[in-house]
């Protein structure tokens, strides 16, 4: 099963962060599975480090790069992103997640 990550919860453009192949056709175990994986704790996961990355994870929104020419990868999924699958969409909640309508904007 595949989940798109959308990070939203702090942005003013919600954008597609990455599309996650979860080994999982339990909707609720693969968005555990792509928060997991979208999770900046040991390096990075969107920089593919050693202790985060992981090759499931496919990493479609082009990662900041600043004045000086260094590449930053994307913050940590957080509480009111957003996942889809299936053709629903769940929002990252305090605890787990929770079916929401989606946003015209989780569609982009």
């Not at 930053?72 to 929770?98: C, I, N, P």
Request: aromatic share 10%.
């Amino acid at each position: 099963m595949y989940i798109k990550v959308i990070h939203r919860a702090f942005e003013d453009t919600p954008y597609t962060a990455a599309v996650v192949d979860c080994p999982t056709d339990n909707p609720m175990e693969a968005c555990e599975y792509a928060y997991r994986w979208t999770q900046n704790i040991m390096d990075s996961w969107s920089m593919k480090g050693a202790a985060d990355g992981n090759d499931r994870v496919e990493v479609v929104a082009k990662l900041h790069t600043d004045e000086s020419g260094k590449a930053w990868g994307h913050r940590s999924t957080s509480m009111g992103d957003h996942m889809q699958a299936l053709g629903k969409t769940y929002e990252v909640a305090a605890v787990g997640f929770k079916e929401v309508q989606p946003k015209e904007v989780d569609f982009a």
